[in-house]
């Protein structure tokens, strides 16, 4: 099943995606409502109103997530990435929020954050959540689904006067791709091995497997859930692959065609737009 957030009618509304038909079904509930009942494992065809349903073609597809909700981003989580940019691996995983105005949609443009000169890609295999693990289970089995991200960073935003700066790196407005839709964890598994691949121009930059993360996806679900608790559509990206532009200079730039696509999944596609107007003394 694929679950979409979009403009259905002018107005923001989950909804369920048929790519056959080419159709939308909008939820007659709320997001955590239909999370709940799919992780209980109801029929939750009840919870769409098929009265409302519409062509895909004529929907404008957002980020799968609300604003209210919280993106949660692991990182140094694939050996060959950290080792190509000459980090080394941390004890534990490690983790940051990411802004809300950062988050954009597939299709939607990546915008050139004016203080950077350095803007970089990062492809992610994404986990949604349903709700939050309960003692004595799996971490896992909290999971609705799965999506893709884009942790787009401007790299030489990442150290400040007085020590690391990610918030300046990573929560610039509209950069952070998110989407095309949720799918569903029974049509993938709780622990996926997903071929996933980033192009710029058509031209592959990342390819890797989801299964070559160290920090697997429990590890990571039990790390943020014991530090802030997960609530109900909450995302968790899960780390980038080696590949990045910060490995060989071959920044971003104004036009430039950025798609992840990670099987199972789909294509997030974005397009950057805007350049550099760093001043001096950014």
């Given at each position: 099943?694929?679950l979409i957030?979009?403009?259905?009618g002018?107005?923001p509304?989950?909804a369920?995606?048929?790519?056959?038909?080419?159709?939308?079904?909008?939820l007659?509930?709320?997001?955590?409502?239909?999370?709940?009942?799919?992780?209980?494992?109801?029929?939750?065809?009840?919870?769409?109103?098929?009265n409302g349903?519409?062509k895909?073609?004529d929907?404008t597809l957002?980020?799968?997530?609300?604003?209210?909700?919280?993106?949660v981003c692991?990182?140094?989580?694939?050996?060959?990435?950290?080792?190509?940019?000459?980090?080394?691996?941390?004890?534990v995983?490690?983790?940051?929020?990411?802004?809300?105005t950062?988050w954009i949609?597939?299709?939607?443009?990546?915008?050139?954050?004016?203080?950077t000169e350095?803007?970089?890609?990062?492809i992610?295999?994404?986990?949604?959540m349903a709700?939050?693990?309960e003692?004595?289970e799996?971490?896992?089995d909290?999971i609705l689904?799965y999506?893709?991200?884009?942790?787009?960073?401007?790299?030489?935003?990442?150290k400040?006067?007085?020590?690391?700066?990610?918030y300046s790196?990573?929560?610039?407005d509209d950069?952070?791709g998110i989407?095309?839709w949720?799918?569903?964890?029974?049509?993938i598994?709780?622990d996926?091995?997903?071929?996933m691949?980033?192009?710029?121009?058509?031209?592959?930059?990342?390819?890797d497997w989801?299964?070559t993360?160290e920090?697997d996806?429990?590890?990571?679900?039990?790390?943020?859930?014991a530090?802030?608790?997960?609530e109900?559509?909450?995302?968790i990206?899960t780390?980038t692959?080696?590949?990045?532009?910060?490995?060989?200079?071959?920044?971003?730039?104004?036009?430039h065609v950025?798609?992840?696509?990670?099987?199972?999944?789909?294509?997030?596609r974005n397009v950057?737009?805007?350049h550099?107007?760093?001043?001096?003394?950014a």
């Open positions: 099943m694929k957030r979009g403009l259905l002018g107005t509304r989950w369920i995606a048929d790519l056959e038909t080419g159709t939308a079904t909008p007659a509930v709320g997001l955590p409502e239909f999370a709940a009942a799919f992780n209980r494992g109801e029929d939750v065809g009840r919870l769409a109103d098929s349903r519409v895909l073609a929907v957002l980020a799968p997530v609300e604003r209210t909700s919280k993106v692991a990182g140094l989580n694939y050996r060959k990435h950290v080792e190509a940019v000459g980090s080394t691996m941390p004890d995983p490690i983790a940051f929020l990411k802004a809300p950062a949609g597939h299709e939607d443009p990546i915008r050139y954050p004016p203080l350095k803007l970089d890609f990062e992610e295999l994404v986990v949604a709700r939050a693990p003692p004595g799996r971490p896992s909290a689904g999506t893709i991200g884009n942790d787009v960073t401007a790299r030489d935003l990442t400040g006067p007085r020590g690391a700066d990610l790196a990573k929560c610039q950069t952070c989407g095309p949720i799918v569903t964890v029974d049509e598994g709780h996926p091995n997903l071929l691949e980033l192009r710029v121009n058509g031209e592959v930059r990342q390819h989801t299964g993360m920090y996806i429990d590890t990571l679900i039990s790390y943020i859930h530090r802030t608790r997960i109900p559509g909450d995302l990206f780390g692959p080696a590949g990045v532009a910060l490995e060989d200079g071959r920044w971003l730039l104004d036009g950025v798609e992840c696509e990670i099987e199972k999944i789909g294509l997030l950057v737009r805007g550099s107007s760093k001043p001096a003394e």
